[in-house]
């Protein structure tokens, strides 16, 4: 039973018209650094787009549908209303405020630092003020949370916390100490300079934290997702999950090794010594092993569903999934993009191969075809299948459903080899455009008009998308079935305490930080010579 | 992959866990394996990142020290290795044009006056961000003579998409000529 629907959807819709705003502005970005055409040569309006761009596809779209669907599994999961209601909406109003407070100066061009504000640049302090309030703003949906969970505990002593829950809190706590070191960078660092008491900044000492942030962020994007491959796909598609427990432990495993391992964005950096580096390496190829899990964990799942089908044979069960319910089908293309995407990423994980792609266009077209393609399609998927049960009206054009995500899937293949490609030839990132008459960027010119077609792709997903969601407030009222979750070939009767709890992971979490950030942070922090002058964009305040 | 469930349910469970472990340590093995590749080539062919953290105040690197202008540029050191230093600065690298030799350990130090740069060049694996207060140092070595491209690749300002430096890789012996007795060398675009 969903009690609060109209908070859900809220937060849902909220997410969504922002990302169809974010998506045009991305194709209007990839049109103008494309050889398409030669007359709007200005940096500057590409500069506030990307910045725009950024901030809303990596911080406040992933964010509010988190927490959307955060506050449905609690409700759905848990049986409960939700605690804190009132705080909830004020979390949401916060993220609205910090939103407008973020993209009013970027507009106006005061604030083109990028979402990534790597000082010594400065900008004009309201957009860090947004960010901040947009980070508060979930930190009150991390804290409802852990108080829901902790509430049902508490009246059900013993009783096995449900699998969608587990992980979704898992997802909310690693969100919760993964913007710590963002929010110590704007307001330690940052703010004091941009509201003009302070006069120097380290800028090494920026980087270290914001690398705490920039990592785990992805998983944190990616937690939705794999919850819906774990709790939703196998019950849409008429299966059983393999395995309750492997499942925890790849949510338990993210939380712990998620964190400690942001410094390989620092691999080509100078105020970070080797020792670090190589550390964070060896814990970044870890965090490859709660995906591996998953991966065989999701496919015996969909393997038992086939069998249940009445499919046979070693691979013949193929045949037999349901491909016309739009859960199998966001699952197999999520599945095709994170096997490529993945690929991808064991080369940016270790140092020596990074270091021939680092800051290219590589990067960007590695966690568009990721994030963009992977978690996004999956975003589409999830809200498919919450709908009916927030409007409580049928969602009918499932043909409608089938072209959007075949056109996501396609577009995103189109947009992101090429991108890969030109970065491989050596293109660097965040450049407004480029000249291709110079000598060996002429691939890289053809490259860019096939992102940009890809990219025209995805415009037409979107809308399509939006379309869909829109149409269904006007469909015809149905009772849909109450709401379940996926249930496991063997259902836990009950767990051992690290299991039915995060308290393990959570110390295990913050003590590795401690011990791969502490030294490189105090080192940094206690290197004076480090400290350098602002330079303001946009105008000094 | 997963069998038909058999009759008793509980041996399909011990029988579905044991497939998942098997998985699992395969997994576990396979990282494990990737990680020490990683080490090894790391070892075997010293590619480590560099090591040593060096600070440098922006402020007065025009004034005096190592990145004075005239001391930018390739210079040849003694032991006849090169070494090039680069300044980073909106929206351009000093000096625009480098020369290197062929065959030649070439060490670079570059650091920014302003604001993060990064810098790379093309056709190699030669990728290093540049920022202010800290000096970036790395070794490398260039097999043939060519030209390349240098573009800064980190966000830097609007200005950033037209901050590109060029390199030509030359044969030693032109390279010997071009420095002659100040054992310096610079080109022209
Ligand atoms: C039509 C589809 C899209 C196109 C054509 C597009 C295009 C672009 C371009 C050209 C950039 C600048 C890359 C650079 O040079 O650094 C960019 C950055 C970015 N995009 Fe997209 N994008 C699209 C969809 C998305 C989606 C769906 C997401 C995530 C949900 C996303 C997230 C981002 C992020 C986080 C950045 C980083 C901004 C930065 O480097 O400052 N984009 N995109
Ligand atoms: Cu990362
Ligand atoms: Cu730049």
């Not at chain 1, 829950?165 to 100490?177: I, Q």
């Not at chain 2, 041996?11 to 990737?34: F, H, P, Q, S, Y």
């Not at chain 2, 006849?80 to 690298?93: A, E, L, N």
Request: hydrophobic content about 50%.
């Amino acid at each position: 039973m969903i009690y609060n629907k109209r908070l859900i959807l809220a937060h849902f819709w909220l997410a969504f018209a922002l990302f169809g705003v974010a998506i045009l502005l991305g194709e209007w970005q990839m049109f103008i650094r494309s050889p398409l055409h030669g007359w709007l040569r200005n940096a500057d309006l590409y500069y506030r787009s990307v910045t725009a761009h950024g901030t809303v596809m990596g911080y406040v779209f992933p964010t509010l549908v988190a927490m959307g669907f955060g506050y449905f599994i609690s409700e759905a999961a848990l049986g409960q209303p939700l605690v804190g209601r009132r705080w909830a909406w004020a979390g949401y109003y916060m993220i609205i405020i910090g939103s407008v407070a973020a993209v009013v100066p970027v507009a106006m061009g005061l604030d083109s630092v990028l979402y990534t504000f790597y000082p010594p640049m400065i900008g004009n302090a309201f957009y860090y003020i947004g960010v901040v309030l947009v980070v508060v703003g979930s930190w009150v949906w991390v804290a409802l949370m852990g108080i829901n969970l902790y509430v049902w505990k508490r009246a059900h002593p013993g009783a096995p916390v449900p699998l969608a829950m587990f992980a979704n809190v898992a997802g909310a706590y690693l969100w919760g100490w993964t913007a710590v070191g963002a929010a110590l960078e704007l307001l330690f660092q940052i703010l004091p300079v941009a509201l003009g008491f302070a006069t120097t900044i380290n800028a090494g000492l920026s980087r270290v934290l914001f690398s705490w942030t920039l990592h785990a962020i992805v998983y944190f994007w990616l937690m939705p997702a794999y919850i819906a491959f774990y709790t939703i796909v196998p019950r849409a598609i008429g299966g059983r999950l393999y395995s309750d427990s492997m499942a925890r432990i790849s949510f338990a495993l993210f939380l712990v090794f998620a964190m400690p391992i942001g410094i390989h964005h620092l691999f080509a950096d100078p105020e970070v010594g080797a020792g670090f580096k190589v550390v964070h390496s060896i814990f970044t190829a870890m965090v490859a092993v709660p995906t591996l899990l998953t991966v065989f964990t999701i496919c015996a799942s969909v393997e038992i569903a086939a069998r249940l089908r009445g499919g046979k044979g070693l691979f013949g069960w193929v045949k037999a999934l349901p491909w016309a319910n739009p859960q199998m089908l966001a699952l197999a293309l999520s599945f095709v993009m994170l096997g490529f995407g993945g690929a991808g990423g064991l080369i940016n994980m270790s140092y020596q191969l990074d270091s021939t792609i680092h800051n290219t266009q590589w990067v960007t077209g590695h966690f568009h075809l990721i994030f963009g393609g992977a978690i996004v399609i999956m975003y589409f998927a999830l809200a498919y299948d919450l709908w009916p049960h927030l409007t409580g009206r049928a969602l009918l054009n499932l043909r409608l459903v089938h072209w959007q995500l075949w056109l996501w899937f396609i577009g995103m293949i189109v947009l992101t080899f090429p991108w890969h490609y030109a970065g491989l030839l050596g293109m660097p990132r965040r450049m407004a455009f480029y000249d291709y008459t110079a000598p060996g960027m002429f691939a890289e010119g053809v490259s860019v008009v096939m992102s940009t077609i890809g990219g025209a792709i995805l415009v037409v997903s979107a809308a399509l998308f939006l379309t869909v969601l829109i149409r269904n407030h006007s469909a015809a009222r149905v009772d849909p079935e109450p709401f379940t979750f996926s249930r496991a070939v063997h259902e836990p009767v009950s767990l051992p305490w690290a299991l039915n709890g995060l308290g393990l992971w959570l110390g295990l979490m913050i003590a590795l930080t401690i011990t791969n950030y502490g030294y490189p942070i105090v080192q940094l922090m206690m290197t004076p010579e480090g400290r350098v002058p602002p330079v303001f964009v946009g105008g000094k305040p | 992959m997963a069998r038909a469930v058999p009759a008793d349910p509980h041996d399909g469970e011990a029988v579905a866990k044991r497939i998942e472990n098997r998985w699992a340590l395969t997994m576990v093995g396979l990282v494990a394996l990737l990680v020490a590749m990683v080490i090894f080539t790391g070892l075997h062919w010293a590619t480590m990142p560099p090591s040593r953290v060096e600070t440098i105040n922006p402020s007065t690197l025009h004034v005096s020290g190592e990145f004075v202008e005239s001391n930018l540029g390739s210079a040849v050191e003694t032991d006849g290795s090169v070494t090039v230093r680069i300044v980073g600065q909106q929206y351009s690298f000093t000096p625009q044009c480098i020369v290197v030799p062929s065959r030649t350990p070439v060490t670079f130090r570059v650091t920014s006056a302003d604001v993060i740069h990064g810098m790379l060049i093309t056709g190699t694996n030669i990728n290093s961000m540049v920022s202010p207060g800290y000096i970036s140092t790395f070794k490398t070595r260039f097999e043939k003579p060519g030209d390349h491209l240098m573009p800064c690749h980190e966000f830097c300002g609007t200005g950033h998409e037209g901050m590109w430096a060029n390199v030509k890789v030359v044969e030693p012996d032109a390279f010997a000529r071009l420095v002659g007795p100040t054992r310096r060398a610079s080109c022209d675009l």
